[in-house]
């Protein structure tokens, strides 16, 4: 694969010391930015492989083709098309959605030269793999807070079908895990100094960071320094039967199913029929939050995620791992009743046995803490669902990086107003206004107006005291490997999650930073999940 180090401009070692031109030519292409007077030159809308379309539907990605016209970098370019979306710009979303996704966007300084060595950040959008749930992020208040001395870098990569569609076709005439491959490929494409790289992501961006550090069995590429992973997003693995019978669904519901090659002609089929079997699947009765999973290949995803991080086979860098209070509030079933939790939960871990539900039930009991307009049990099936799927894989994976390198860890619990009164306490990527700002949400449409209004506007208002814990921490982390070094006044020395062979973690509050242990009760439900979730397939 040909790497083309776009950034070579800013961190190469050279004779020549100029000012970044917001004009930039790389070995197939020239890109015109925008440099604008709050001192940051943007590249938005960089391609860094060929459009995933036609023949290239379901391969590895591949090298973009040369072209001579001088391309426009001044605007973002399509969000990568997800479960449930329509081609175009959508009434509620605003985003335009297409198939032609494979995009990097950098801002950086505008007075970066090439002799800077700037540190990155290198963010990996979340949305469980099925959708892009956080893209077009404005990160100028993050590269800015500390002197315009940050890049950061963020990108777009294949989610849903497209990007984890499975089974016997896809696995001999294509390539299983397109969308981690994408992520690799413009991990690759950026080059820069792997010695000041720091990947990042929440959720399910989150889990593709601790995917990105297990790829090859551990194998270190050289891509990156450190990792920062908001919510981590776990699930069971999904097996190759089952991985089977999506990919069967998927043909019929696209018009191919009793095509000769059904995966050519799946290649060949029109974007809207696609869309069509481009759906959330199944693996009970009641539909699961989302079935777009990776899966085991053998190459980039040699085992169980999580197992591979027991076992070892992990890029040793250090981290933050973080968590919000109420991971599940956003996802949970309102629940009325044990059974109904039990309904949810299986319906997401569908390994799960009776023995295991009652054991759930028992650990997830009727809560006191009620929450408005929610039904009694809600709460515990949202309790079950943040710890099986974000909060106890970000402990697990606290705890095998953190035994011979350094982990930091942080609960973040506060919340909004509006949030509070909706019933949903700390959401889940809540603390995402607070890491890079009240700015760096996207203005897209009604959701837009929404993610906004609830998410980021209130770290601009009542939330103000967290940002700057926050952001510091994140940017000192990005600069030095330390989330102390550049630290707010307002925040204590942030210790590793396992010094004195504890596991400790910070909890964030507008009030300021406290220190917990986690709770043994905690550790006991984690270490039972994390069996479950690390040795399991979803059938």
């Known amino acids: 694969m040909k790497t083309v180090t776009l950034l070579a401009v800013v961190f190469a070692s050279v004779s020549c010391v100029s000012a970044l031109s917001s004009k930039i030519s790389l070995d197939y292409a020239t890109y015109q930015g925008t440099a604008g007077f709050d001192g940051i030159t943007r590249f938005l809308g960089m391609q860094y492989a060929a459009p995933p379309v036609g023949d290239l539907r379901w391969k590895a990605p591949q090298d973009p083709a040369q072209t001579t016209a001088v391309q426009s970098a001044a605007k973002f370019k399509d969000v990568f098309i997800g479960v449930k979306q329509t081609v175009g710009t959508g009434l509620i979303g605003g985003f335009n959605y297409g198939e032609d996704c494979l995009y990097i966007s950098v801002i950086t300084p505008s007075s970066a030269t090439n002799t800077s060595h700037l540190p990155v950040l290198f963010h990996i959008p979340g949305g469980g793999f099925a959708q892009l749930a956080d893209p077009n992020l404005d990160f100028?208040?993050?590269?800015?807070?500390?002197?315009?001395?940050?890049?950061?870098?963020?990108?777009?990569?294949?989610?849903?079908?497209?990007?984890?569609?499975?089974?016997?076709?896809?696995?001999?005439?294509?390539?299983?895990?397109?969308?981690?491959?994408?992520?690799r490929q413009a991990l690759q494409w950026f080059g820069g100094d792997p010695n000041r790289v720091t990947v990042f992501g929440g959720s399910a961006g989150a889990g593709s960071v601790g995917l990105q550090m297990t790829a090859y069995g551990g194998r270190d590429d050289g891509l990156f320094a450190e990792a920062y992973a908001d919510a981590p997003a776990y699930s069971e693995v999904?097996?190759?039967?089952?991985?089977?019978?999506?990919?069967?669904?998927?043909?019929?519901?696209?018009?191919?199913?009793?095509?000769?090659?059904?995966?050519?002609?799946?290649?060949?089929?029109?974007?809207?029929?696609?869309?069509?079997?481009?759906?959330?699947?199944?693996?009970?009765d009641i539909a699961a939050q989302s079935t777009s999973n990776p899966v085991i290949d053998g190459t980039f995803v040699q085992d169980i995620p999580l197992r591979?991080?027991?076992?070892?086979?992990?890029?040793?860098?250090?981290?933050?791992?973080?968590?919000?209070?109420?991971?599940?509030?956003?996802?949970?079933?309102?629940?009325g009743s044990p059974e109904e939790v039990s309904e949810f939960i299986q319906a997401n871990v569908p390994s799960l046995t009776e023995a295991n539900l009652t054991t759930i039930n028992q650990f997830y009991p009727l809560m006191a803490a009620q929450q408005p307009f929610h039904k009694a049990h809600f709460p515990s099936a949202a309790a079950a669902f943040g710890e099986a799927t974000f909060i106890c894989p970000g402990l697990t994976i606290s705890s095998a990086v953190g035994a011979s390198n350094q982990v930091w860890n942080y609960r973040f619990d506060q919340s909004s107003l509006a949030l509070r009164l909706a019933g949903y306490g700390v959401l889940h990527a809540?603390?995402?206004?607070?890491?890079?700002?009240?700015?760096?949400?996207?203005?897209?449409?009604?959701?837009?107006?929404v993610e906004n209004g609830l998410v980021f506007s209130s770290f601009a208002g009542e939330n103000a005291n967290v940002v700057p814990i926050m952001m510091n921490y994140a940017i000192s982390f990005v600069r030095t490997q330390d989330p102390n070094t550049y630290k707010s006044g307002f925040a204590p020395n942030w210790q590793t999650y396992n010094k004195d062979g504890g596991k400790q973690r910070i909890v964030v509050r507008n009030s300021g930073v406290t220190y917990e242990d986690v709770p043994a009760t905690q550790q006991t439900r984690c270490a039972f999940w994390t069996d479950i979730i690390a040795n399991s397939f979803a059938e």
């Open 140 to 183: 100028t208040d993050f590269v800015k807070t500390f002197g315009n001395n940050i890049v950061a870098v963020q990108i777009n990569y294949r989610v849903g079908g497209l990007g984890f569609l499975a089974g016997e076709e896809v696995r001999s005439g294509g390539a299983l895990n397109a969308g981690l491959l994408d992520q």
């Open 238 to 284: 999904n097996s190759d039967s089952y991985s089977q019978f999506q990919f069967n669904n998927f043909a019929t519901a696209a018009g191919c199913g009793s095509a000769t090659d059904r995966l050519s002609c799946l290649r060949q089929a029109d974007i809207a029929k696609i869309q069509k079997a481009n759906v959330v699947g199944n693996y009970t």
């Open 308 to 335: 591979l991080f027991q076992t070892g086979h992990f890029v040793n860098v250090p981290m933050i791992v973080g968590d919000a209070t109420d991971e599940g509030t956003l996802f949970a079933a309102n629940a």
């Open 430 to 449: 809540f603390d995402t206004g607070a890491i890079f700002g009240p700015n760096a949400g996207p203005m897209a449409g009604l959701l837009g107006i």
